[in-house]
């Protein structure tokens, strides 16, 4: 499984991004799709996932309001709307899945994901 993740950029604070992430390879739908972010120093930290089995999103305190992940089966493809952006959500955006589904208890957890997205940069200017 491959995931090729675009969309970052620059943008100011109070702007908006759209994340995408693409897979490739032999995926299944119900495994989750998730998307997790990192600063220099600092662990993954999790942003936001969608069950593949039921659809049911969850979110990182932090960004529920602002941050949207939706999927588009048919493309084989996770979004991450990104609005009210702060400089706080400057980071590197990791897409990440797994060969099958999850325990819900699991999800937010970067150990529980087995591929990776090259990572994109999201830089919120102040």
């Known amino acids: 499984v491959q995931l090729q993740a675009s969309g970052g950029g620059l943008v100011q604070t109070g702007g908006s991004l759209r994340l995408s992430c693409a897979a490739s390879?032999?995926?299944?739908?119900?495994?989750?799709l998730a998307w997790f972010r990192q600063v220099l120093g600092k662990e993954r930290e999790f942003v936001a996932a969608i069950d593949g089995w039921s659809g049911t999103t969850y979110y990182a305190d932090s960004v529920k309001g602002r941050f949207t992940i939706s999927r588009d089966k048919a493309k084989n493809t996770v979004y991450l709307e990104m609005n009210s952006l702060k400089p706080e959500d400057s980071a590197v955006y990791y897409c990440?899945?797994?060969?099958?589904?999850?325990?819900?208890?699991?999800?937010?957890?970067?150990?529980?994901?087995?591929?990776w997205g090259q990572g994109t940069q999201v830089t919120v200017s102040s």
């Open positions: 390879g032999p995926t299944s739908s119900s495994a989750p």
């Open positions: 990440a899945t797994r060969n099958r589904r999850i325990v819900i208890s699991s999800i937010r957890r970067a150990d529980a994901y087995e591929y």
